[in-house]
Nanobody, 120 residues
Framework: QVQLVESGGGLVQAGGSLRLSCAAS????????MGWYRQAPGKLRDVVAT???????HYADSVKGRFTISRDNAKNTVYLQMNSLKPEDTAVYYC??????????????WGQGTQVTVSS
């Protein structure tokens, strides 16, 4: 089995920073793209940022210049550094990873979500 465990959410004032972490564990052969998504109340889940195994990144326009995604392949961990946070960044943030397990079966996995609340 494979698990994604997130940490680092919380309450912060506008203009502040938070760093999210997501560690993958279990029967992992390799991990391809990893990413962060978010879902605000009453809205659909949207992509925030993704990073390939080679380090190529993609960001939603709303977070460009404020958020930075990175990964440590040796630790099977992806990070999201969030700076200059705005109230509209308030959401549950989910980690996602495309993982090939030791049976060579590849599928996407989701973390349990971590709440980020930005007060004005």
């Amino acid at each position: 089995q494979v698990q994604l465990v997130e940490s680092g959410g919380g309450l912060v004032q506008a203009g502040g920073s938070l760093r999210l972490s997501c560690a993958a564990s279990g029967s992992i052969f390799s991990i391809r793209t990893m990413g962060w998504y978010r879902q605000a109340p009453g809205k659909l889940r949207d992509v925030v940022a993704t990073i390939t195994s080679g380090g190529t990144t993609h960001y939603a326009d709303s977070v460009k210049g404020r958020f930075t995604i990175s990964r440590d392949n040796a630790k099977n961990t992806v990070y999201l550094q969030m700076n200059s946070l705005k109230p509209e960044d308030t959401a549950v943030y989910y980690c996602n990873a495309d993982i090939r397990d030791r049976n060579y079966y590849t599928r996407g996995y989701w973390g349990q979500g971590t709440q980020v609340t930005v007060s004005s």
